[in-house]
């Protein structure tokens, strides 16, 4: 992950011309990241549309694939895009009209890890989310195929293929077998 120095704001983050990478905003700083691989696609994918068609079909908010920008602080400015992300119906009606990028932390985020991260930059991640208002964090290891949940002030709960894994009060009546997830 390549890092550039000065500090960006979100609307510049917005504004640059698409170079074929994605990027994130950490805390005024843009973090260039090199597009993900084909497994780490169908793991997201394959946690995502399960989830987001319960969500539909339910009526319990909206779901956002990769690339969706959120804003979870400012001054300076910090924009973060999970691979999955899942936001609530009544905190969608309460924000209202959204701008650029949504303003705020989802409620359950889903964060595929690739080869390339380092364990300290994932925590980092887990815990910016979850000090941001995130109600659930889960990261999926298509390396290890297990699946870490994270909840605010609780321990992790890491998962393997012979569990399943559910959404708990955040979006409740959802689960996926982990094995699912992984093909």
């Known amino acids: 992950m390549a890092t550039q120095t000065g500090l960006v704001t979100a609307e510049d983050l917005f504004n640059m011309p698409d170079d074929g990478y994605r990027y994130e905003l950490v805390r005024g700083e843009l973090r260039k990241m090199a597009p993900a691989s084909f497994f780490h696609g169908t793991s997201a994918m394959r946690i995502g549309a399960p989830l987001a068609i319960y969500v539909i079909e339910n009526g319990l908010g909206e779901v956002c694939a990769a690339e969706t920008g959120f804003r979870i ?30 303003p705020g932390a989802p409620d359950l985020v889903v964060e595929v890890t690739s080869p390339s991260d380092r364990l300290t930059q994932v925590a980092e991640k887990v815990r910016d989310w979850l000090d941001a208002g995130t109600r659930m964090v889960v990261v999926v290891n298509p390396r290890r195929r297990d699946v870490t949940v994270h909840l605010p002030n609780s321990a992790p709960v890491t998962l393997t293929e012979e569990d399943s894994l559910d959404g708990g009060d955040v979006v409740p009546g959802w689960t996926i077998p982990v094995k699912d997830i992984f093909g």
Do not use: M, N
Not at 73 to 97: H, K, M, N, Q, T
């Open 73 to 102: 602080g400012s001054d300076p400015d910090y924009v973060l895009a999970p691979d999955v992300a899942f936001v609530s119906r009544e905190r969608l009606e309460d924000i209202g009209e959204i701008g650029i990028f949504f």
